[in-house]
């Protein structure tokens, strides 16, 4: 069973840190970036889009932008569910497809 996400306002910023540190550990397992080998090109650069979007999230919290803050939430998700698996956009698919010739 995971842990319960950490809660986060919008409003006061409250949790932005704890989201962040839940995240990291989820990402890197407990153990440092170092540790951790990535298997594609395609996987470090969901990584850094992911961690850049949580940047913009805490920066939209100290504002109190809602909406840009569950914005680049999402898109935080939705990056690392690239390296999950859990998200593909169609611009993933493109580029699996031009990499890979499948059926033929």
Known sequence: PSPAPPRVSGLTGEGVEALRTSVLTRLWGGGTPSAV?????RHADAL??????????????????LEVLSGEVGLALEALGEVS??????ALLDTLFQR?????
Do not use: H, N
Request: net charge neutral; aromatic share 2%.
């Open 37 to 41: 080998a990535l298997v594609s090109e």
């Open 48 to 65: 850094r889009r992911t961690a850049e979007a949580l940047g913009r999230a805490e920066e939209a919290s100290r504002m109190s932008t």
């Open 85 to 90: 698996g859990t998200s593909v956009s169609d």
């Open 100 to 104: 890979f010739c499948i059926g033929k």
